[in-house]
């Protein structure tokens, strides 16, 4: 049974970091393209980043230049590393797995509030 498990959230200040993780069990990660979404009170859950089997990667305009997506498949780990953080990026963020668009799972989903 696939399980993803996210940690790294919490509060900081505008302007500063965080490194969110996800560490998957049940799946060959290594083969798993891999995501981080969030979702804002009020608003549909949304792609911020994401990082094929391969290693590529793509993010949401509103998040380039800041946030960067990596991976360590020796570790089932898919990482957001989170710089210049703004009050718009508060959300609870969620770590997704999909292969080939037929399978595909969620964690449990981590908050991140940026405030002063």
């Known amino acids: 049974q696939a399980q993803l498990v996210e940690s790294g959230g919490g509060l900081v200040q505008p302007g500063g970091s965080l490194r969110l993780s996800c560490v998957a069990s049940?799946?060959?990660?290594?083969?798993?393209?891999m995501g981080w979404y969030r979702q804002a009170p009020g608003k549909q859950r949304a792609l911020v980043a994401g990082?094929?089997?391969?290693?590529?990667?793509n993010y949401a305009d509103s998040v380039k230049g800041r946030f960067t997506i990596s991976r360590d498949n020796a570790k089932n780990t898919v990482y957001l590393q989170m710089n210049g953080l703004k009050p718009e990026d508060t959300a609870v963020y969620y770590c997704?797995?999909?292969?080939?668009?037929?399978?595909?799972?969620w964690g449990q989903g981590t908050q991140v509030t940026v405030s002063s």
């Open positions: 049940g799946i060959v990660f290594r083969v798993f393209d």
């Open positions: 997704n797995c999909n292969w080939r668009a037929t399978l595909d799972c």
């Open positions: 990082i094929t089997s391969g290693g590529s990667t």
